[in-house]
């Protein structure tokens, strides 16, 4: 994107001569989402979700009302990308319109808690399966934990390589998900043949007996649900390495989560006939459970490859999207710019990729696990704050080149449903204080903006120099800036 004459934001300030190339396609776009959503939460997520619901009438409802929810949200940010066609994500579209403070916090929240430490539990998760199938339970914790550093050090390596190397990574795993999905699938089939499975959990009046009528437990049993489809917006973190983004990222990104919707809600159908509602919500090994009620050990065996090619997957995905956006960002001012650039000889965000890789490695060294639910609200705050960028920009901007959009009213159900998101943990007993906790994030991230204003200002004085972080919006290059796809 080549800025407007007169334009000064850093936002848009080319420091390298090197640029990130186009040449993700659909097939590699859709396989990069399918790749990163689908990981450890599929495992994970069904005993919240159940243990919240309390029946399975409720929680399939849930599942399939949050793959809708996530595919919805993914065009949304499609209209976004495809205005802003810049690697970042939610960063560069809150700079834009809300200045530089929100978009700071933003990514201070995103890059250096919510994405590593997220990953930072599927990797340790991949290290426990790891050694156990291999050593055996009681395996110490040095050793899993250095499994689970080797996966992310190897993943951020492969990302360095380049982003067709993981495109082509996310691509085979993805074919190898299936499957294990299938696996699941046939699991649950197979033990309702045998007369051993959870049929009535089908049949009313189990469908929806002990099913929750408390409005908060919903609203977490979400949280729970969307923690699986925590990857929607990929895309928008590599958008200026998407062949025609216009096209590429919300047909990518569509193609992607109706894909993961499938799967999920198949995989739950397949829990349910295996394991009654109870069972889900008090297991904390489901992956191994299904493949050994149907199969004994082998299918054990079977289901916990599976989960380690999901990790694998998720991980390898991630790293390549969350390093865009510390370049992106770094590129702005928000971390040091030592940072950014892209390399010369593999044509990717080399330092943005170790930066990554070594805050990820540092969560390995904590209970990760205990921070995830704090930031959970954070997390849906910023998604709100960016959806309400789409209504303001039709607002004051009707005319701005849009080369794919939305209706407005699902932008607005959007808004509504992500700020419910927010409120309803406030409202029960059990989720109050971490979410609370979650929202102390925000101050803290404003005094660490403070801080680094005032080291700025002092180096700067001490420079000689007069220089600030743009905080308009500079909404008058917005369609200049899809002149450069137009371009390619």
């Not at 430490?117 to 339970?137: K, Q, R």
């Not at 390596?157 to 699941?184: H, M, Q, R, T």
């Not at 990717?348 to 930031?375: E, G, N, Q, S």
């Not at 059990?430 to 204003?453: D, F, I, K, N, Q």
């Amino acid at each position: 994107m080549n800025p407007s004459e007169g334009e000064t934001s850093p936002l848009f300030a080319k420091k390298e001569p090197v640029k990130l190339k186009r040449t993700v396609g659909v097939l590699s776009a859709s396989a990069v989402v399918f790749g990163t959503c689908i990981g450890a939460g599929i495992f994970i997520s069904p005993k919240g979700v159940y243990e919240k619901t309390g029946s399975a009438g409720a929680g399939l409802i849930v599942w399939a009302v949050s793959g809708v929810l996530a595919t919805l949200c993914t065009l949304a940010y499609a209209e976004l990308g495809t205005m802003m066609p810049q690697s970042g994500g939610e960063f560069v579209y809150i700079h834009r319109v809300y200045g530089d403070f929100p978009a700071f916090a933003f990514s201070f929240c995103n890059t250096l808690l919510i994405k590593p430490a997220a990953l930072s539990v599927v990797a340790a998760l991949f290290g426990e399966y790891l050694c156990n199938m291999i050593w055996g339970p009681g395996t110490s914790f040095i050793m899993v934990k250095l499994t689970a550093a080797s996966l992310i050090v190897t993943l951020g390596i492969v990302n360095i390589v380049g982003v067709n190397v993981i495109a082509k990574v996310c691509e085979v795993v993805s074919i190898l998900k299936l499957a294990v999905i299938a696996f699941l699938i046939t699991c649950g089939v197979v033990v309702v043949v045998k007369g051993q499975g959870e049929i009535t959990n089908f049949e009313q009046p189990n469908f929806f007996a002990g099913s929750s009528i408390n409005p908060a437990d919903y609203g977490l049993a979400f949280y729970y649900c969307l923690f699986a489809f925590q990857s929607w917006n990929s895309l928008n973190y590599m958008t200026e390495e998407l062949k025609t983004p216009e096209k590429t990222l919300p047909l990518g990104g569509f193609i992607g989560l109706v894909g993961v919707t499938l799967s999920y809600f198949m995989c739950n159908v397949a829990y349910l006939m295996l394991f009654n509602v109870q069972e889900i919500a008090q297991t904390d090994t489901i992956a191994m459970d299904s493949g050994y009620i149907a199969f004994g050990r082998p299918g054990e065996i079977i289901m916990s490859l599976g989960l380690l090619v999901s990790c694998l997957g998720c991980i390898g995905g991630a790293i390549c999207c969350v390093s865009r956006n510390i370049e992106s960002t770094a590129q702005a001012g928000v971390f040091p710019s030592f940072i950014s650039g892209i390399n010369k000889t593999f044509q990717t965000p080399v330092k943005a990729i170790v930066m990554m890789v070594i805050t990820m490695c540092l969560y390995l060294l904590v209970d990760a696990t205990l921070l995830i639910p704090f930031l959970g609200t954070v997390e849906w705050l910023f998604y709100c704050l960016t959806f309400t960028i789409i209504l303001y920009l039709r607002w004051t901007q009707p005319n701005l080149y849009r080369p794919f959009k939305v209706p407005v009213f699902i932008s607005a159900l959007l808004c509504f449903i992500t700020g419910t998101f927010v409120v309803l943990p406030l409202f029960s007993e059990e989720s109050r204080t971490t979410t609370l906790l979650g929202l102390c994030w925000l101050p803290l991230a404003g005094v660490v903006y403070v801080v680094r204003y005032l080291v700025k200002k002092y180096c700067y004085k001490q420079h000689g120099e007069k220089k600030k972080l743009d905080k308009t919006s500079s909404l008058s290059s917005l369609d200049s800036g899809y002149s450069e796809i137009q371009g390619q």
